[in-house]
């Protein structure tokens, strides 16, 4: 083999190398409304350690935090032999992430005097959900007591693999990655995963603590059977804007179009695209045709603005829009076909509509 012939098959490897890694490190949007993904759900009584240490990973301590809410910090190694963790990978702006924070407060309540630790990691999607102060609110908006971990360099979200928001480790006493679930739902699965890691810690430590049975049933609203995609605005992924260019990151100006295909975004007016929003710098109109039973979206606005939501060419409501967050536009009865129309000011920065 001559020297030239090496020197390309070295070059191909490293250039190998390199595009495996940026694609280990891309963002994967959280699980839609409707599918549970589904867990690993290994019984573990009375497992020797020598048996764990075959069949399972250990749990990995958080890497690099960027900050802490509720607490000034938490090692998943020191609460080894301690403690039984539940690792919760989260996103303030996700309406799944939304629907599971009840079932966590709960559990953390019920438990956590028999030995539960919940640790939530907070990988942001979007930069604003980088801001400390903006997930210090959302963390006391949605109740939260136990420790929060701000992920803004996805250093955890990486060292364990992940993928989705939201996702639920359990770590046993020993230490070990013993269920997974991914998604919504699986909440007596879960549960049930829990009551069991509990009563192999009170063995091993021989405490006298009482373990609650049952299961809890916070007051969630179940996702609907939807039909509509989450669908984003920003260049880096607005594949369903049908009305203008995709992924180009700029000023586009649009005119309303005369008939609306399903599932697709059009916008109405002149509209300047970054890579994760489109921020209109006219008055203008956001159109769309979906199927579902109710419609959020994800914005902000430097100042306040108004939204008018109109549903079926009726005005529903008007809201207002600045902090970056989740807003609710449509609350309905059952999932059917409607047609929704959003009148907005110069200012408004969209970022995706999501459908439940």
């Known amino acids: 083999m001559d020297k030239k012939t090496i020197l390309l098959i070295i070059a191909l490897v490293l250039i190998g190398g390199v595009i495996f890694y940026f694609e280990s490190t891309k963002v994967t949007p959280s699980v839609s409304s409707q599918e549970e993904v589904g867990f690993i759900d290994r ?194 992924r607005n594949e369903l804007l049908a009305n203008g260019l995709q992924g180009l990151v700029g000023k586009q100006s649009f005119s309303e179009p005369s008939a609306l295909k399903d599932n697709s975004l059009y916008l109405v007016g002149d509209w300047h695209f970054e890579p994760e929003y489109a921020e209109s710098i006219t008055d203008g109109k956001v159109l769309f045709n979906y199927q579902a039973k109710n419609v959020y979206f994800v914005a902000s606005a430097d100042q306040e603005t108004s939204v008018g939501v109109y549903l079926d060419g009726e005005l529903l409501k008007t809201i207002s829009v600045k902090d970056s967050q989740l807003y609710e536009l449509v609350q309905g009865n059952e999932v059917g076909k409607h047609s929704l129309e959003l009148r907005v000011r110069k200012g408004l920065k969209a970022f995706t509509f999501t459908f439940g």
Not at 104 to 112: G, R, T, V
Not at 134 to 142: D, G, I, W
Request: glycine residues 8%.
């Open 43 to 236: 019984h573990v009584d009375a497992i020797p350690i020598a048996e764990k240490q075959r069949k399972y990973e250990r749990g990995i301590d958080l890497s690099t935090p960027d900050g802490w809410i509720n607490t000034n910090g938490v090692s998943v190694n020191d609460l080894v032999g301690k403690k039984v963790v539940l690792i919760d990978f989260w996103t303030y702006s996700c309406i799944n992430c939304q629907r599971t924070t009840p079932y966590l407060n709960a559990w953390y309540e019920k438990y956590a005097d028999s030995g539960l630790e919940i640790i939530g990691v907070h990988t942001p999607e979007f930069d604003f959900e980088k801001d400390y102060d903006n997930v210090k609110k959302a963390v006391e908006k949605f109740g939260i007591k136990y420790p929060v971990a701000l992920d803004n360099d996805y250093s955890t979200w990486r060292e364990y693999g992940n993928r989705y928001w939201p996702r639920k480790y359990l770590i046993d006493i020993d230490g070990y990655i013993v269920y997974d679930h991914i998604g919504e739902g699986g909440y007596e699965e879960t549960e049930a995963k829990i009551q069991e890691l509990l009563a192999e810690r009170k063995q091993k430590l021989n405490e006298d603590v009482s373990i609650s049975s049952g299961m809890v049933n916070p007051s969630v609203e179940a996702p609907s059977n939807v039909a509509s995609p989450e669908t984003y605005f920003g260049a880096d």
